[in-house]
Structures are given as C-alpha cells and as structure tokens.
C-alpha cells in the first residue's frame, strides 16, 4: 500500500463456530487524522460474510463492491468468491492500482485478499491487516492461547491492545459478529 493512505487496523477471529470482524475508526491521510468514526467493516451476502479493509477506502468500496458481485455469483462459496476477486484485481488494468487489503470471513473460513494475488487463510483463525496488525495479532494470539474470551471478544480486545501501542490505531472500535 502507499504511504498517503492509512485506514489502519482490522481483526478478524473464527472461534468455535463462531466468527467475529473488529475495526477501529481512525481514518488518516498523510500524518492528519481526519476522522475518529469511520466505517472500514461490513456485512455482506445477506449478512452470512462479513469484510474489512485497511487502505484507500474509495478502493475499498470499488473492491467491496466487485466482491459483492462474487459472493452473489458465487452464494455461500466464500473460497471461490474470493478467487474470482484476486483474479480480476490483479488482471483489470483499473483495479490492480487500487490500493487496498481486504479480511473477509464466514463461519466457516477466514481469507485476506490482496492486489498482489494473495488469498490467504490463517492456520490459527486469526487474521490483522493494517497498521497496528503486528501489535493486533500477537494480542489476537495471546488471547485465544491464554483466556477463555468469545470470537468477538477476542477481536475487539486486540484491538484495543493495538490502539495503545499504534499511532494509526484508535479506539473508536466497530465489530461485527456471525
């Protein structure tokens, strides 16, 4: 990603059979911060997949958009969807200058998306994209290694521990959870 576009952090956690996206709200451009609230997660496929991104959020929204369209052509094959989305980002002369990362997960499988081709799946169900992912992970880890804590839980607390060791973290925290 470019070094003008910060949308910092997004967690995703899948937990026994339970699955939850935490975003903090911290919207940056350059070394400003120009809002506290923003919006970087959302619901899709009639609420059975859930998405966030960290990046450019006008490129976000086009690939939210796209990966709208793949999830529909594509119902309830989330794998799928997701290759068919890192196929024509990478390949469409407009889409692979967008700059952007995507987590996207249901029940059942948790992926992150990039322009480069990746399509990732985690081996522990964790997964943190963004600026404070570092911090995010390892606390995402810790947490499912040492507590009894829910998917959401755990989401919206390695959150939390990010937004106090990152500068482009904040804790103006929105989960969603299926």
């Keep these: 990603m470019g070094t003008r576009y910060r949308s910092t952090t997004i967690v995703g956690v899948r937990l026994k059979n339970r699955a939850a996206i935490a975003g903090d709200g911290q919207l940056t451009y350059g070394e400003i911060i120009l809002k506290h609230g923003g919006k970087k997660i959302r619901r899709m496929a009639d609420g059975k997949v859930l998405a966030g991104f960290a990046g450019a959020a006008a490129d976000a929204l086009a690939l939210f958009e796209k990966f709208d369209g793949h999830l529909a052509a594509h119902p309830g094959d989330l794998r799928r969807s997701a290759a068919e989305l890192a196929k024509e980002w990478r ?14 997960l249901d029940k059942k499988t948790l992926l ?3 322009g480069t081709g990746e399509i990732i799946e985690p081996d522990d169900g964790i997964m943190a994209i963004g600026s404070g992912a570092p911090s995010a992970l390892g606390a995402a880890r810790a947490l499912v290694k040492h507590t009894n804590l829910s998917a959401r839980e755990i989401a919206e607390e ?14 103006q925290i929105m989960v969603e959870e299926l």
């Design 158 to 171: 390695a959150l939390r521990i990010a937004a106090a060791i990152c500068i482009y973290t904040n804790d």
């Design 112 to 114: 992150m998306i990039s």
């Design 91 to 104: 390949t469409d002369k407009y889409l692979r200058n967008l700059e952007a990362v995507l987590v996207v």
